[in-house]
C-alpha cells in the first residue's frame, strides 16, 4: 500500500489542484476563532432577510387589439428578500408561504461557536450561492478518519441553510475523502445525519434546544465509519461493478436507446470504468467494494455533466438530490455484497 500523506487545503492527494465542492462555492475562513468572524469572512452577515407582501404574477400578451397585461394577486405568498452585503442593493430570493419565518444566519454563532468549542473543531469554508438563495458555514472536527487504516477522510460538522422556501435550516456532519475531494454525502439507515430548524414561528425556541441534539450526529460517524470498513474488506469485480452501474437505481440502460443516448451511455461507461479500475484515486483501494463506490461517487461529483461547476458542487453538497441518492442507492447495494 501507498503511505498517503495529508494534502494541503483545497487539492486532493492523488488528484493535484482537483478542488472539492467546498473550496468551489466558499471562502477559507480557517482564520476565524468565532462564528461572528467565519460570517464577516465570508459576507454572511448583515443581510437583513426580510418578507415582503402584496405579491403579484404578471403576464403580458400581444393580440390584436394592442398590449394586453393581465396582474393577479397571490395573498397567501410573499417573497423573500436581502440586502446585498456588497452593493447594499434589495435583492430577490423567493417566494414562500405565510407561516414562512426568516432567521438571520447571525442566529447560529452561539450554536456554532458552541459546537466549535465541545468538539475542537475549527472552521473551515463558508459561503452563499444560488444568489444568495442558500448558504453553508463548515467546521473541520479534528483528527483524520482512515478507513481500512489508509484511505483518509476529513469529517465536517456544516451549518446548511436556505432563504427561498427550498428547505429546513440544518446541521450535518460528513466526511471529505482526500484522495479526490468526494462528498460522502449517504443516507444511512438507524443513523441521523442532521438536526434542522424550520422555517416557521418556533425557529428561535428551536435553536435554543439544538445544542442538545448534537451528540445524536457523531453517531453517524460511528455508523459511517463501521459500514465502510466492510466495503474496504469486500472484493469487487469489475462485472460487479458495470452490473452496479447500470442497475435501476443508478443508470439503467433504456430497452431501444438512440444513437445520442447509446454515445452518452457509453461514454459514461468509460470513465467509470477507468476511475474503477485504472484511477490514482482508487490505487489504495482498488478491487473493493469500497473502490467502486468512490469511483461513482467521483464521477458523481467531479466528472458528471453540469453547466458550470458551480453547479456541480451545489449538486454534490446538498442531501435531497440526484448526487446523494444515487450514492446512497450505490452504498445500499455494496453493502449487501459484504454481508
Known sequence: MTVLEIPTAGTALRAPGRKDAWSILGADVSEANTAREALDMADLRDWDVRLMGNVTARTTEINEDGVATTVVNMPDTRATVRTNPRTRETEYLGTVGRKYTPVQIEAYEKVLDLARTESGAVFHKAGAYAGGR???????????????????????????????????NSLHIGPTRLDCGNMQRIIIAGAKHKVSVPHTASALKKLVTLENELAVLFDWQDAFEREAERMINTPLSMGQFEKLVTSRDLWPIPTSPSTTTRKNIEQRMTILRGLFENAATQESIRGTAWAGWNAIGEYLDHYAKAKALSMRAARSLSDTGTVTRKKTAAHRQLLALAA
Open 134 to 168: 442558500k448558504f453553508f458555514i463548515s467546521m473541520s472536527l479534528p483528527g483524520i478518519t482512515r478507513i481500512g487504516g489508509i484511505d483518509e477522510h476529513h469529517m465536517h460538522l456544516t451549518l446548511f441553510g436556505s432563504h427561498d422556501g427550498s428547505s429546513s
